[in-house]
């Protein structure tokens, strides 16, 4: 399976490198966004790509993209990413894992919405007895499902930054109480009506975040990446039981593994045994069969 961790595009100016994605500018309206197979764990980027990961990212956002334009618009283009590039070697570089989107004015918060205790969120509870600030009943367990899915917002932090959690009245400041409100209704619509879905496939999305830009008209538009491994946490329904941490096809593998070596999540990150690199990689490629045939 090819493995890219950097492209190289030589025939457009580099506007960004993520975490994940490197950006290019195609012209003043549009972006080349290619996703290739870094992988990053607690805000640091490893140095050991997932081959075929970047693939698995796109394939399933493009999915996601088209299965929720129902509910609300989203960044994409019907330009193909092989027609704003010039060579053959950078048409291999984007071939399956590039698109061509609308240039947007990105919001500054990472809309994070839970519909089970896991993760930072079973950290906070055991801690407060609260998730996202919000006061949540007693004893309730590891990855236990949240009757009514919380949406829990964060700053959206740049490299080497992490994001840090946001009240609502924050985000109000922030975006204006009409946007802020819209973009609380769409995550949370855009959330269950993706978990409808999956849990027909056999995957339970206990939690995930969805990034919103403005277009020229203002009007509030998905973007960057949607329901992939890694912006959400996946379980399958099979094996779901409350009180444990089940098992996931995202990266809380590789979070688990770079907990168990002990690793002090600052830079520089440890390289990944083949091991862990394999078992990954299949996690992602499950997912995208599960969830996108």
């Known amino acids: 399976m090819d493995t890219l961790y950097h492209s190289t595009i030589q025939s457009l100016p580099l506007r960004a490198r993520g975490k994940v994605r490197d950006l290019y500018t195609v012209d ?3 972006l080349l ?4 197979d870094r992988i990053s764990a607690f805000d640091v980027v490893l140095p050991t790509p997932i ?3 970047g693939k698995v990212l796109n394939a399933l956002s493009n999915f996601w993209f088209e299965r929720l334009a129902y509910i609300m618009p989203n960044h994409l283009t019907a330009i193909a990413p092989e027609e704003v590039v010039k060579t053959d ?3 291999a570089q984007v071939a399956g894992r590039a698109v061509v989107v609308r240039k947007l004015k990105a919001l500054p918060v990472e809309a994070v919405v839970r519909g089970f205790l896991a993760g930072s969120a079973w950290k906070e509870y055991r801690e407060k007895g609260t998730v996202g600030g919000m006061r949540m009943p007693p004893d309730m367990q ?3 499902w949240i009757p009514e899915a919380l949406f829990t917002p964060t700053t959206k932090g740049g490299p080497g930054e992490h994001d840090e959690p946001m009240s609502l ?3 109000e400041h922030l975006l204006g109480d009409e946007r802020a409100r819209e973009v609380e209704v769409m995550s949370l619509t855009l959330y269950l009506e993706s978990m409808k879905y999956a849990s027909e496939r056999g995957i339970i999305i206990a939690d995930t975040k969805f990034e919103f830009g403005t277009d020229e008209r203002g009007e509030l538009t ?3 990446e949607v329901l992939t491994p890694d912006s959400s946490r996946f379980w399958a329904t099979s094996s779901y039981e409350p009180g444990t941490n089940p098992p996931s096809f995202d990266k809380q593998y590789v979070r688990d593994y770079l907990e168990s070596i002990g690793w002090n999540k600052q830079p520089p990150a440890p390289e990944l045994p083949p091991e862990v690199v394999r078992a990954t990689a299949e ?3 499950q997912a995208l069969r599960l969830l996108a045939g």
């Open 142 to 144: 590891q990855a236990e």
């Open 283 to 285: 996690r992602y490629q």
């Open 51 to 53: 081959p075929g990961k």
């Open 33 to 36: 966004i290619v996703t290739t």
């Open 28 to 30: 003043e309206r549009h």
């Open 222 to 224: 998905l973007m960057d």
């Open 89 to 91: 070697d950078e048409r």
């Open 169 to 171: 009245r924050q985000m």
